[in-house]
């Protein structure tokens, strides 16, 4: 007995070792099996499949993919005072891997509560929660597969007015999560400097701020320079 895949995880999954076995809306990628490697909080699988390549051939692969289930962020912008409000907290992995302190400034966001959750409760959620602020009209932006090589999630890309008046709540993250989130208000003008410094450096930050120069909210503004 294995769990995750004929008894529950300690989330209560089953059936792990199924997933991308049914798949057939590419004719040229045939599922041969999947193992189930790790069911602890994330997935891990490992997928043979049989690939055609473009002279006709087949070829057998092996994947492994880290299944995180997927994600929403949104840039939460004031251009009457030409700020954004983002975060800053502890990420171990950019921590093990080079970042200074860990301590990442990021748009707020997270992670669906599952499959069935759509995208823009999950980020008015995760501002309420991180930020303190209830927005109001939220704009969709664009979906992006973050790093398509070893991970599964696809993030949903948002864009909120905030302001004064939106702030509704402490913010800070949650207790029961471990959250120690801290707030920050920047013009709009200093986020950008901030990325070409590498004091931000987290990608949906950057897509979403260069975004919002490009064609967003600060697109026929002086701030965006």
Partial sequence: MTAGVDTPDRRGRTGLDRTGRDLTRNPRVKVRDVKLLSSHWYVERTTTFDIQRADGTWSTQERETHDRGNGATVLLYDTERGTVLLTRQFRFPVYVNGHPDGMLIETPGGLLDDEDEHPEAAVRREV?????????????????????????ERVAFYAAAYGPSTRTHEGGGLDEEGEDIEILELPFRRAMEMIRTGEIADAKTIMLLQWAALEGPFADSSART
Avoid: A, K, L
């Avoid at 109001?136 to 991970?151: A, K, L, T």
């Fill in 128 to 152: 309420i929660e991180e930020t303190g602020h209830t927005v109001g009209e939220v704009r969709h932006v664009f979906d992006v597969y973050m790093s398509p090589g070893s991970v599964t």
